[in-house]
């Protein structure tokens, strides 16, 4: 195990590698180990504020803008030795596999130990213990960001401090309502160079701190020269497809030696529609938090789908790059918006059904502190994350209200009722996926008119073996289950973006784990029966009978078709639920009456 260094002296002078901000050396370095000296996670402070979509921080302009570019282009550079640099805070997710601020991993099988981040994954504390992981980046996003206002001349100094107190993570909004021509990933991602303004007044284009992270010098056998392990080997369930973190000394997404945005932003848009329905069923309908949250079936079946399952898509989306591999995937920019929209939905569930918290349920897939058996709850502690430095670690239960670590989201900033929570949450994704949210209300209104009181909605339901591939290195590769409604191309790589094609399931897999796990994922068949009747079907019997015909699935990854039958185990079924629909703008629709099972999907 590494010793842990924290930088003593001011976050302006630890930056050592590339920063066009400051050039001076850090070199003050401490052990960090004795009870009493633990990095207190406290989230950002100043105040309560919003995380905001990040098209609107770009849109809004001006110092808030100007200071979160500079902010994580310094965070970026800070030196990776330090213990709130970037590269230490995003190494807890997986890659390296060392100890963060002295919590050492438990008595697991040595080989399972030694190839596991902190970071929970299909597991009930998946949640929440991204919360105090978001709150220690968005703390340092912050302390940054006020080292950096100091510089801005007297005249600018109330406008830059301001902004530093007000800076939080904006989330990325990857289920957002968008017109065709826009792109899902925001430009201000995919665009190599940016423009700022320095302290010292001077504008320029610098590398564009939200594209990528470069690797500074460091050891190549921590991360990269791994081959993500779980990529790798000859029965690899990708055929032993070489790794990003092969010898890449920046992160990439979507590709294998440069990123392909292009390409991401092209499977994003052909989930867009079905990631969106799926999270406003996930949001609208009652499920415990258990259910709603984590892959982990500790609270029975998640009929309406989970987020974390919902969130798997992301990352699959951005294979073979850095966002792909859990081990590798904090060191991206990405991660950190993505995340922070993950924990909006996680939050907007909280507010829609306040009563349902964490349950108690066995771990069955292990951390880097938790074995399999081990007995969860809602006081389980968030390792390796202290809430102070006398070393209690934060929990669900202290994670619980989102401005206890200083921020909100939009929609929940002014405490709305029920009824403006759940009209803002319909407006926003239960509309079609290519119109901007406006004026929704009038449209409502005559629609209302023709809506019957129920009708009958379809759901494929997906039984996911969590580690169900095989990467032929002892754990579970990551794949996507595919459905289709009608004729799938014979090219892979047209999949997507065919017709026929419906929505996916993804799992993320691990590198060194075989688990024996089983996630539900739901795909709402809304469209496809649309597809039914206008073919001709006129009776539920007539479109069931249609839909059992022309649905189809397949498995792959990126532009890689796996087999079947190389996961035992997967199911693909057809169900369906009465619907009572609901008469006003503020109340959600309510499945009602359980669900009916129509059968297998076999082919
Ligand atoms: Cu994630």
């Known amino acids: 195990m590494r010793s842990y260094k924290i930088a003593a002296v001011s976050l302006l002078t630890v930056s050592t590698y590339g920063s066009p901000l400051f050039t001076t050396e850090g070199g003050l370095v ?5 009870p009493g000296s633990y990095y207190a996670i406290t989230g950002a402070s100043g105040g309560v504020y919003p995380r905001v979509e990040v098209r609107d921080l770009e849109k809004a302009g001006g110092e808030p803008w100007n200071l979160f570019l500079l902010a994580m282009t310094e965070f970026q550079a800070m030196d990776q030795h330090v213990i709130d640099s970037w590269y230490q805070i995003a190494g807890i997710h997986g890659m390296p596999y060392y100890a963060w601020d002295g919590v050492e991993g438990s008595n697991l099988d040595g080989k399972s130990a030694a190839f596991l981040g902190y970071c929970p994954h299909n597991h009930l504390l998946f949640g ?20 950096i206002a100091a510089q801005f001349p007297t005249a600018l100094q109330t406008k830059y401090q301001d902004a530093a107190t007000k800076i939080r993570i904006p989330y990325w909004d990857w289920a957002k309502a968008l017109p065709t021509d826009q792109p899902v990933v925001p430009t201000s991602m995919t665009t190599e160079k940016v423009s700022v303004t320095f302290p010292n007044g001077t504008a320029a284009q610098i590398d564009n701190p939200l594209y990528d992270y470069n690797f500074h010098p460091l050891d190549n ?3 990269n020269g791994t081959g993500c392990p779980l990529f790798t080997g000859p029965g ?10 092969q010898d890449n000394d ?4 979507a590709g294998q030696t440069a990123s392909d945005h292009p390409a991401l932003n092209s499977k994003l848009r052909s989930i867009l529609s079905s990631q969106r329905t799926l999270l406003y069923n996930i949001l609208s309908q009652y499920q415990t938090f258990a259910q709603a949250s984590s892959a982990q079936a500790c609270d029975g079946t998640a009929k309406a789908g989970t987020l974390e399952n919902l969130h798997n898509a992301i990352h699959n989306a951005n294979f073979p790059g850095h966002m792909s591999p859990s081990g590798a995937t904090a060191f991206d920019p990405m991660f950190w918006m993505h995340h922070a929209n993950v924990d909006r939905q996680l939050a907007l569930h909280q507010a829609i059904f306040p009563g349902t918290y964490i349950v108690s349920c066995a771990a069955n897939t292990p951390t880097y502190t938790i074995s399999i058996g081990d007995q969860l709850d809602a006081s389980s502690p968030l390792t390796p994350f202290h809430k102070n430095a006398a070393g209690d670690f934060w ?11 200083g921020y909100t989201y939009p929609e929940l900033a002014d405490s709305p009722t029920n009824a403006t929570l759940v009209a803002s949450i319909k407006a926003q994704y239960s509309g079609p996926s290519d119109v901007l949210v406006t004026s929704t209300k009038a449209k409502r209104v005559s629609e209302r008119d023709t809506t019957p009181a129920t009708k009958e909605l379809y759901l494929a339901e997906i039984n996911l073996p969590s580690y169900g591939l095989d990467n032929g290195a002892g754990g579970g590769a990551p794949y996507n289950v595919l459905l289709f409604l009608g004729d799938i191309p014979s090219d892979v790589r047209d999949w997507q973006n065919a017709e026929s094609f419906v929505g996916l399931a993804s799992t993320l897999g691990a590198p060194m784990l075989q688990v024996d796990q089983t996630t539900t994922h739901t795909i709402d068949l809304s469209l496809a029966l649309k597809k039914a009747i206008e073919s001709g079907a006129t009776t539920e019997d007539e479109a069931l009978g249609y839909l059992k015909q022309h649905l189809h699935y397949r498995l792959g990854l990126g532009d890689f078709e796996i087999e079947r039958d190389q ?12 619907v009572e629909v609901a008469q006003s703008d503020d109340a959600f629709d309510r499945w009602v009456g359980g669900f009916k099972e129509h059968g297998l999907i076999e082919g």
Request: hydrophobic share 35%; charged share 20%.
């Open 30 to 34: 401490e052990k960090r180990q004795s």
């Open 128 to 147: 929440t213990w991204h919360r105090p992981y978001l709150a220690l980046f968005e703390q340092n996003l912050q302390k940054v960001a006020h080292s």
């Open 221 to 223: 056998k921590e991360i």
């Open 236 to 245: 690899g369930a990708t055929g032993g497809l070489p790794a990003v973190c």
């Open 250 to 253: 920046r992160t990439i997404r």
């Open 395 to 405: 929990t669900s239960n202290s994670a619980r209200n989102i401005q206890d670590l």
């Open 567 to 578: 996961v035992k185990g997967l199911e693909v079924s057809l169900i369906s639920t009465v």
